[in-house]
C-alpha cells in the first residue's frame, strides 16, 4: 500500500483512538418482521464498498486509514437462538447479548465495525438488528447518514429515505418586515447575550478543565467504569409532546431534552442526596485541527469532571425499510466512557427514543430513571397547561 493511497486519520478521529477515549457506538434496530441474513450479507456486498470508513482498516501505527479487502461474512454473526430456553424473555435475552458485545474488542485487523442479527421476538419488534461500530469510524450524524442511504420510506419504497431539505425561518427573519429600530435593537440585544453566554460559557469549561469538579456520587465512575460492561435500556415518549412544549416556550427541541433530563436526574439522583453539583456535558463537533494530544485532553478532561453526557440526534421523518424490513425504532448508545450514565436521544417516525447506556453495578434500577423522564415530561406539560400557555 503506497503512501498516496494512505489517508491520515481527523483530529477527532485520533482523540477516539487515543487510549483514554476508546469507544464504541451501538445501533439497536427493532424490525417488524424476522430479519434474513442472506438480504443483509447481499446488500452489504454491494454497498459496503462505497463506504470509506467501512472498507478502510488502521495501519499498525494507528495514524492512518488503509484500504482494506472486506469479507462481509467476517463481519456480519447470526448466533443461534434456542426458543426454549429464552422463553418469553426475549428482550432479556436481547439486553444480555449486547452487554456481553461491549466486554469483546473490535478486530482491529479488519474496519472496526460489526453486525449482529437476533431474531428473537421483544416487546416492540419481531427481531433486533445491532451495529457495533467504532467511534472514530463517524458519529451519530454520519451512522444516520449512512441509514438513510441505504434506506427507503416503508410507503413510498420508490424513494431513498433522504429527506428534503427544510429553510427555517430566524427570528430576525421574522423582524424583517418590522421597523430599523425594532430590528437594531435585537440585533444588539441579541450580540450582547451571545458574547455574555459565550463567556460565561468559556470561564465554566476552563474551570472545569482545571479544577470544577462535580460533587462525587456513584454515577460520577471512575477510571474502571470505562471497562465495566454496559446495558443498555430505551423508552419511548412522544415528540408531539416536546414539539408542543418547544413551541409554547419558543425554545429549541435541544432545550426540552436537557430540561426534561436534567429534572429527571435531579427526581432520581433526590432520593439518594440532599444537595449536590451535578452537570451533563452535551457534546458538539468542533473542526479546526489544535492536534490530537491537545483535543484528546480538552475532550477527556472535562467529561472526567462531570456526572453524565448526553446527546440529541435527528432521525428518520418517516418510518424507513431496509430491503424490505421495515424499521420499529433505532436507538443510539456507545461506551466506552468512564460516567456510569449516558443518555441518548433519537427521533424517528413521530417518535421521540430515550436509551440509556448504564453501569450496572452503579445504576441497578435505569428504568427508574425512563421513569422520571417520563414524568418530568408530564409535568412540563402541566404546567404549562395551568398558565394557559397550551
Known sequence: MTDEEEEPLSPMARVFQSPDVDYCVVTIMGFKTKICPDVL????????????????????????????KINVQDHVAVPYIDPEEIGEDGQGFVDDYISRLTMIPLDRS???????ILNVKTSDAEAVGVIRSHHSLGDGMSLISL????????????????PSLKRRETVLHGLRKQGWFLRLRCTVCSIATLLWNTLVDMLLLLATVLFLKDTKTPLTGGEDTGRNRKRFYHRVISLDDIKLIKNAMNMSIND???????????????????????????AVNLRSDIGFKAAATLFNQPVKNLTACVSNVVGPMDEISFRGHPIAYIAFSSYGHSQALLVHYISYAGKMMISLAVDPTI???????????EQSLKAMKAA???????
Not at 456486498?45 to 482494506?68: C, D, M, Q, Y
Not at 479488519?110 to 449482529?116: E, Q, V
Not at 404549562?384 to 397550551?390: D, I, K, S, T, Y
Open 41 to 68: 450479507i447481499d446488500a452489504l456486498k454491494h454497498n459496503v464498498s462505497k463506504l470509506p470508513r467501512f472498507s478502510t482498516k488502521l495501519t499498525e501505527n494507528g495514524a492512518k486509514w488503509i484500504e482494506a
Open 110 to 116: 479488519r474496519p472496526l465495525w460489526d453486525i449482529h
Open 147 to 162: 441509514m438513510l442511504a441505504c434506506t427507503h420510506k416503508t410507503l413510498d419504497p420508490q424513494n431513498t429515505a433522504i
Open 256 to 282: 426540552v431534552l436537557v430540561g426534561v433530563t436534567q429534572a429527571a436526574l435531579s427526581r432520581y439522583l433526590s432520593r439518594l442526596y440532599d444537595r449536590l453539583r451535578f452537570r451533563a456535558a452535551c
Open 363 to 373: 445504576i441497578p434500577n435505569p428504568h427508574k430513571i425512563c421513569d422520571d423522564m
Open 384 to 390: 404549562l397547561w395551568e398558565r394557559g400557555l397550551l
